[in-house]
Every structure is written in C-alpha cells, then in structure tokens.
C-alpha cells in the first residue's frame, strides 16, 4: 500500500495526543463510584456514543468490511438482531440493573441467586476480556497498523497502543474512557461515513452498485441454511441469544449503562446505540462489497459469486483483513487519509479500554471487596488501577502469541460463544421467573459448561464433526441448561422472598412505568422511541430480505 504523507502523520500523531489530554481533562477518581462508574451522572447521548464506541473494535471494522468483500451483506443480521435485543434489554432488564445500583453483572445474580454464580460468571468473563478481548483487539490492531506502517515491529505497535489506552484509563478511570469515547465515536461514525462516501462514488453511485450485486445474495440478509455465514434459522435462534449476552450480560457494555444518571438516561442511551447500529450497513459493511465491485485487489478472474474467505486468500491472493486499511489508502486524498486512521486507532483503544475497565470493576468488586469487606473506597480505586496494570501487561505479552496459537484462539471463541446461552438462561429465568433459586442457576451454569467442553471435545479431539452452525447449537445448549435451571429449581427450597422480590419482573412494573409516562411528550417517551426503531429495523429487513 502506499505511504502516509507528513500531513496524514501529523492529523494521527495530534489526534491520539488530543484523546490522551482530554480523557486525562475529563477522569475521576476520587471514590470508587467516581472511577469505576464514572459518578453514576452520565446523560444518554454519552451513555449511547460511548457504548457505540466500545462496541466497534479494530477487528470488527476489518471483520464488517472483510466480510461485505466475501458475502455480501449477511453479516449485518448480527447487528440488526443486535439492535432489537437492545429494545428488549432496554425495556426490562436495564431498569433492575441501574435501580439496584451494582456494580457488576456477576453482582446482579448475587442478589438473585447467590455468590457462587457470581464468582463463576465473573471469573469466565475476566478470564474471556484478559486473554480473548484485550489481547485479540491488541494483536488484531497491530496488524491494521502494520499494513499502514510496514517497517514497524508488531511488538512495539502493541505496546504503543497499549500505553496509549492503558495512560488515561488506569489514571482515570471508567470516567476518562467514556470521555475518550464520546470524542471516539464521532470521529468514527464521520470518518467511516466520508470512506464509505468515495467508495460509493468509485463504483459510480448507489444506482450502479445495487444493478452491480442486485444479483445472487450479495445483497439478500436471508440465507439458506447451509450458508456458512448466516444461515436463516440461526438468525432467528441463535443471533438474539449471543448478541443479549454482549449487550445485556457483558461487563465491557453495560458497564456504561450503569454509569447512567437514570433509567431514563440509559435507557435512551441504548436506543441511541440501537439508531446508530443501523447505519453499520452502509458505513462498515457495503464499502467492503464496494472494494469487490471496483476489484480493489486488481485479481485477474476474481470469482463473481460466494465462496469463502480462505478460498480468497489461498487460490487468488486476497487477504480480506486489508479490504479497510486499502480502501483508505487508495480512494482517500491526503489529509483525509489521516481523519480516518483515526477512525480506526479509535476503535481500537476505545475497545481495549473498555476491556480494561470492566476486568478493573470486575476483578475489585466481585473478588477483592468480597475479601476484605471493610475497605475503603480509597483502596478501591488503588487496587482497581493495579488490576488494569496487570491485565494490560497479561494481554501485551500474550497478544503475539496469538497468532502462533490462532487455532486456541479460534477454539475458546467457540467455546464462549456455546458458555453464552447458559449465562442467558439463567438471566432470564431469574428475572422473569420467581420460583428459580440459587442452586437451579448454578446447575444451569454449570450444565452449560459440561456441554460446552462436551462439544468441544467431540469437534476437536474426537474430529467427529456435528454438522450444525453454532448459530443452531446456541440454541440447544440454552434450552438444555433452561431445563436443567427448572428442574432443579422445582426439586429444592423456593428461593428467599426477598431476592425474588427486588429482582424479578412483574406486570405491575409496566403498569407503574405506564403511570409514569403520562403527560410525557411523544418524541421523549422512549417507548415510542423503542416502537420507531423496532419498525425502523423490520424495514431495513423488509428491503434486504
């Protein structure tokens, strides 16, 4: 690819400066609340830009665009289910979340169960954000940048963007991140959307694209069942059972919801994710389709239907990962090229500091707190900043490791995605049911990860192939662990009536809330604003079908 011109280093050298200023400017620390939580005062276009931030990593932009070059469009059912499980979570688990004033997700099934599921969720999501999300969004970034810079060692890229991170978000705290973050994403939202813009305009138009890939299913969201991408059942089954385990049960996001400074506000911020989650099509996805109908690669006999992305990369030379950082390079003019390498180190360290702040909270609150009951919030916050010190030293030296042991990686991915349902189901049954009791969650946790080694097991010891997408497996781990979380619940002592009290859903709630609104101005009731964007998803789907 080509070189940067002085005037693009400039514009990214002064752009990553300004974010470290800034979220320093803007970090508390003072108290636990104030560091971990960031004051418990944030107002929703904050709460929504910054989980819109924290939500869009390095990997996905190259993931999005990468798969838009080999699919089409499929991969966008990811954020649409996405965005229809952020209005359900929104309009019944996230008041529960804010009102009981935790800290944590783990902390949540505490107070409805009991501390051994707290410590195993914890524990899995610590172990998943240290050696899966950092370390991934660490190595996964350094080869963004490597593209761009070629002479530069992948060690000391990870280690530059790790400082970058790590200066303001161990010092400051979830506060400083989520400042960063705000700045971060409308860099992000306005650099991909001006990439996405040259690239329309190189193809000749939306006209011209939609008569170039009108054919096949380049631009079909519904697939048949054997595509490997998306096959139609798993979008309906398997799709809203991981992405509410992202958006409703992973630290890393709602950490930022909790941050909010009512309900009202984090509800409004997660519609707000759920709005811009819907333009991902056309800013993340449909430029890396766009870079197959300009035949960015220059591949001579570049086949025009689907076929899969080692295929590319093997028989035609075609390394999907570079489809972003190309597009940049080729169609941007100097000094655009520089606004939108920001986008990119945006994603990145945005994603790598929300990781370090959730594996802080989680690690302070769910296990050291829990030790020593009687420390202050001062030592809290000191014992917070050691735990992101450590972890960002843990995830820098494993990040190159990653790609030697690409297949673990590949493995424990999997593996995450099957100890997911388990973690659903036994949210769900918790909240909407009053009769499940500490013992039924952990027997339905702990099902989930006897089947998840069990298939595992099978997959890659044993080499016996299942023959089912893990979009339909999902499902099927979820029901079974439901099942075991019911029985055994039935089989022993009701749960006590004040966890189930103060924890559970009821009609009433909804009632309540009906009571509330009342006198609230149309465009302000998020319900409304909930109903516009579940018809404003149904449409896009209605015109991709």
Not at 212 to 221: A, H
Request: glycine share 8%; aromatic share 14%; proline share 3%.
């Amino acid at each position: 690819m080509a070189q940067l011109s002085t005037i693009d280093l400039i514009v990214l050298v002064l752009y990553i400066v300004f974010i470290i200023w800034w979220a320093l400017k803007h970090g508390k620390a003072k108290d636990s609340d104030s560091y971990f939580l960031a004051g418990r005062d944030l107002t929703w276009p904050v709460v929504g830009l910054s989980l819109f931030a924290a939500s869009v990593s390095s990997s996905t932009l190259m993931g999005h665009s990468g798969e838009g070059f080999i699919s089409g469009i499929a991969v966008f059912n990811y954020n649409w289910i996405s965005v229809l499980v952020m209005v359900f979570f929104a309009l019944f688990f996230l008041p529960f979340y804010i009102r009981s004033g935790i800290f944590t997700m783990p902390e949540f099934l505490e107070k409805r169960f009991d501390g051994k599921s707290r410590t195993y969720f914890s524990f899995i999501t610590i172990i998943g954000n240290v050696f899966l999300d950092a370390s991934a969004t660490l190595y996964t970034g350094a080869l963004i940048i490597k593209m761009i810079f070629p002479e530069a060692e992948v060690m000391w890229i990870i280690i530059g963007m790790a400082a970058v991170a790590g200066s303001y978000t161990i010092i400051g705290g979830l506060s400083s991140a989520i400042n960063a973050d705000v700045i971060q994403a409308s860099v992000l939202i306005v650099g991909s959307t001006i990439l996405a813009f040259f690239a329309m305009n190189e193809i000749g138009g939306w006209e011209t694209f939609i008569d170039r890939f009108n054919e096949g299913f380049w631009l079909k969201l519904t697939r048949p069942m054997d595509d490997p991408t998306v096959p139609w059942l798993g979008m309906w089954v398997g799709i809203p059972i991981l992405g509410f385990y992202f958006w409703a049960n992973n630290q890393v996001m709602v950490q930022r919801v909790l941050s909010a400074r009512s309900v009202d506000h984090g509800r409004k911020g997660v519609l707000l994710v759920g709005f811009l989650y819907l333009f991902t099509i056309f800013i993340f996805i449909m430029p890396g389709l766009i870079a197959r109908g300009i035949n960015l690669f220059g591949v001579e006999n570049l086949p025009d239907s689907i076929i899969s992305g080692s295929t590319l990369k093997t028989d035609y030379g075609v390394n999907t990962d570079e489809v972003y950082p190309r597009l940049i390079v080729e169609l941007l003019p100097i000094g655009l090229i520089g606004i939108i390498l920001s986008a990119m180190i945006s994603a990145l360290t945005s994603t790598l500091s929300a990781t370090l702040s959730s594996v802080s909270t989680l690690f302070t609150m769910d296990f050291y707190s829990k030790w020593n009951k009687n420390a202050s919030s001062k030592e809290k916050v000191r014992v917070g900043k050691i735990t992101a010190v450590v972890a960002l030293i843990v995830s820098v030296v494993w990040a190159p490791f990653i790609e030697e042991f690409d297949s673990l990686i590949a493995y424990y991915q999997e593996i995450v995605s099957y100890l997911a349902p388990p973690v659903v189901a036994t949210f769900f049954l918790g909240l909407f049911w009053k009769r499940s009791n500490a013992v039924g969650a952990f027997s339905g946790l702990m099902s989930g990860l006897v089947m998840a080694a069990a298939i595992m097991f099978t997959k890659y010891v044993l080499e016996i192939e299942i023959g089912l997408h893990f979009l339909l497996l999902a499902p099927i781990v979820m029901l079974l662990s439901l099942i075991v979380n019911v029985l055994v619940s039935l089989m022993t002592a009701p749960p006590e009536l004040e966890k189930v009290e103060k924890n559970t859903w009821t009609v009433q709630i909804w009632k309540d809330e009906t009571k509330e609104l009342e006198g609230t101005v149309w465009y302000k009731n998020f319900r409304f604003q909930a109903l516009l964007l579940v018809i404003t998803c149904f449409g896009m789907y209605y015109f991709f079908f």
